[in-house]
């Protein structure tokens, strides 16, 4: 039975060897054992040869220590981090298109203006933002733009890093 | 060009796939692959045509080459070879690498896959291997080009071997096995993804050791890992020196020998009263190479309640899984047992010990004759007696749970069973790989009328190979564990589970080619065990005709606590 209070949202920075199967083995690391997945980016970095996964997902104390040690022991694994257990920088991109009549516009962008958001499309009758930031923020633009009409939204998922130089 | 090359001009030759991979194997000690041959794999029967350092060994079914490489990788300690071809090859091995994976056991899977520009496309006898093993194998290799298949096969057997063992799986398709290219061997093998943590944390064992000191009802608890990282010796040694009792799983049985006074025996659902109660009154608990499986703790908010707990294992992600741990100790068995033992001394435990001494002795495995009935625990006894030294390899049920109780174990590796995935049919082929990996030893398979059958076809290559297999099947005309939780849980409702209508396995074994008697009366079992050991020119098979409806006890019912043990006599 899961433990509502004692659930926690933890942000893992994977990385693995850039492979054939890799999402694969993580992904189905996860379903066959029943964790959650909130979200998952993956990437390669600067070495080809590494991917960088960030997986966002959640759970008590127990199946959160689980999760790290079961992405430690697949072969493919390379590096495991609990990013939430230092201070870390996340960052999440979202594209929302919005309907925006021409009446409306001016006031859009206002909005898109308070939440640093850049327009990357505009059309007669529609308006496409993108806006970065943490979670709070994304969720904040969200609520606020969906007075005008979202017609469709779609988000990177999170990325994030700790802070400062690792040792 | 098809001609095999000297190893040892190796560096600049062209091989093909398939014969880079026989060469590979050689590399790695392989003595045995158990295979069947099919389209996808044809190239590497072809390189093993003829082949002298590797026997390959025609199973008659795929799950039989999984269980034999299985077999033979528990009695020995080196990695078992499978082989099949793509498809339905594949997946009839999938049984076997989903057994081998559930207790750590040490194999390498090869299955030849279609040609690389065929695969997704649906073809002929295409499947997808890597995807269907994922869940049960410690790594998988797809080989598209015959230029990997030395660096793949030196990093199958590392992983294999190494670390927590498991399967690997090397699926190649058909063109990475003809196709030719330079073959080199690696001297070595780095994988930077893969360290396993060998050393236990020096202050977490030295914890340990404080905490043994402190106990007043300590108790050892090893598994199979002791069995796995050849730790037996060092594990006699910490229960000697501390004099603390110990209870051996059923994956672990023989780590330390069940003669001794010290052994309380199997504890878990059918384990003994001993290892049970000991685990409700003990104060630290040291597993080691255990996992707090299920089957073992029974409802765990009632098991060890009073204990601290120490867990030795090489996989972290086993620590803390079940059950709150105290002292986590990461490492090999071997390493941190060795470390261990020199901070350990004799435990200041008379009263603990005097109390173990007498549930031990109040409360034995015992059975009730009925009537004139062949008791199924008596033919263990007397195989016991008259085989006290072969290897036993066991299959799934209650003949299992028998053997568990009343043979007495004394060395590691010498009970084999499916202990985590309870695969039947199972022990037949697992019994050929033991006797093929350990000439010298007998190998007594304890069969149940049930799961014998499911693999009895293996009985023609241990015929043709004239291993003097001893096939001793406690037939008691049921599916026999499923009858008992009927019986007590389902109000006798047998369904599915009459097995009257199976064969006369005595004949049924002579048709084959194997000699095969029928056991009947009490007194034909000693007679009949007798005369089997005489036979070796091949295996004999001996059909015990028991109680039909005789239940295994101890018991302590799916999810109750340990302390809950029904003990069946009164
Ligand atoms: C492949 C497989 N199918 C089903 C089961 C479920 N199962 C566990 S024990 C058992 C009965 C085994 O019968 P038998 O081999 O005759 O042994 P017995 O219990 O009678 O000694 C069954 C069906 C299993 N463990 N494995
Ligand atoms: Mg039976």
Redesign the pocket.
Known sequence: MENINSDERHIFSVLVENRFGVLARVAGLFSGRGFNIDSLNVAETHDESISQMTLVTHGDAQIIEQIYQHLNRLIDVIEVTDLTTGTHVERELVLIKLSAEPHERAEILQVAEIFRARVVDVKPTSLTLEITGDEGKLNAAIEVLDIYGILELARTGKIAMLRGVND | MNQSPFSNALQTTELSGARSLVESLKREGVEYIFGVNGGAAMPIFDALYGETDIKLIPMRHEQGCSHAADGYARATGKVGVALATSGPGATNLV?GIATAYMDSIPMVAITGQVFTHYIGSDAFQECDVIGVTRPICKHSYLIKSSDEVADVVAEAFHIARTGKPGPVVIDIAKDAQMKEAPYHYPASVDIRSYKPQVHGDPGQIAKAAELIKQAKRPMLYAGGGVVLADASAELRELTLKTGIPITVTLMGLGAFPETHPLAMEMPGMHGSCCANYAFTDSDLVVAIGARFDDRVTGDLGKFAPNAKKIHIDIDASCIGKNVLIDVPIVGDAKSVLTELNKQVGRADIDAWRAQIQEWKQKYPFEYEQKGDKVM?QYVIEQIYEHYSDAIVVA??????MWAAQYFKFTEPRQWLNSGGL????FSLPAAIGAQLGCPDKTVVNI??????I?TIQELVPAITLKLPLKIFI?N?M???????WQELFHGKRYSA?D?HDNPDFAMLAQAFGATGLRVEHVEDVRPALQKAKGIDDGPVVIDFIVAEEENVFPMVPAGAGLGDVIRGLS
């Open positions: 049984t199924p299959d799934v049920g209650q003949h299992q309870g695969t039947m049919g069969n149940g009328d049930g799961s014998y499911m406690i008691n049921y599916l026999g564990m499923v009858r008992q589970v097995y």
